[in-house]
T-cell receptor, first 113, second 113 residues
């Protein structure tokens, strides 16, 4: 597609539930990033994929968070046993392998109640 | 986590005025990026800077990569109402395969028509 697409745009879930957030990167972009943004803050790095593999997952806050990109295109961020503190906007971005400039989707607003 | 020091935190100006904001860090950065974020949207890339001392323009926007590689500024000339939004600086600490961006807390810009 023309830009990075994220679904759903909004997700409300109950504490303790499992959620999946999806990201469709720009066609041809091999690098894909997940960030998390809380109100009044800048984006916080979670994980970076180069192709199918996670090149850097140092930003994942704990083992409840997991992300996959099985075919090197679409990525899914998975959160188990959600907590209220997980509420935030989850941003996905993609870039060409050789470039640091990342292009962002509109984000998924996750609310854990 | 590590963040850039971005100032001012917010600005309220009259349409037609020039705007200046900056980012500083105690660390040396390889790349500086400036993004704008509108409510409910992901950040949109405005300008990317790659070399110390580099001065780059994008329409009414001008940004510079500081000589020490520890700071950058963004200027907006002749502001218009659609300049309203939050401006973020982001930096890349490492060359090579690490693509993790460090972000400032943003400068919120309001323009009075």
């Amino acid at each position: 597609g023309a830009g990075v697409s994220q679904t759903p745009s909004n997700k409300v879930t109950e504490k303790g539930k499992y959620v999946e957030l999806r990201c469709d990167p720009i066609s041809g972009h091999t690098a894909l990033y997940w960030y998390r943004q809380s109100l009044g803050q800048g984006p916080e790095f979670l994980i970076y994929f180069q192709g199918t593999g996670a090149a850097d997952d140092s930003g994942l806050p704990n083992d409840r968070f997991f992300a996959v990109r099985p075919e090197g295109s679409v990525s899914t961020l998975k959160i188990q046993r959600t907590e209220r503190g997980d509420s935030a906007v989850y941003l996905c971005a993609s870039s060409l392998t050789s470039r640091i400039e990342a292009f962002f989707g509109q984000g998924t607003r996750l609310t854990v109640v | 986590g590590q963040q850039l020091n971005q100032s001012p935190q917010s600005m309220f100006i009259q349409e037609g005025e020039d705007v200046s904001m900056n980012c500083t860090s105690s660390s040396i950065f390889n790349t500086w990026l400036w993004y704008k974020q509108d409510p409910g949207e992901g950040p949109v890339l405005l300008i990317a800077l790659y070399k110390a001392g580099e001065l780059t323009s994008n329409g009414r926007l001008t940004a510079q990569f500081g000589i020490t590689r520890k700071d950058s500024f963004l200027n907006i000339s002749a502001s218009i109402p659609s300049d309203v939004g939050i401006y973020f600086c982001a930096g890349d600490l490492n060359a090579g395969n690490n693509r993790k961006l460090i972000w400032g807390l943003g400068t919120s810009l309001a323009v009075n028509p």
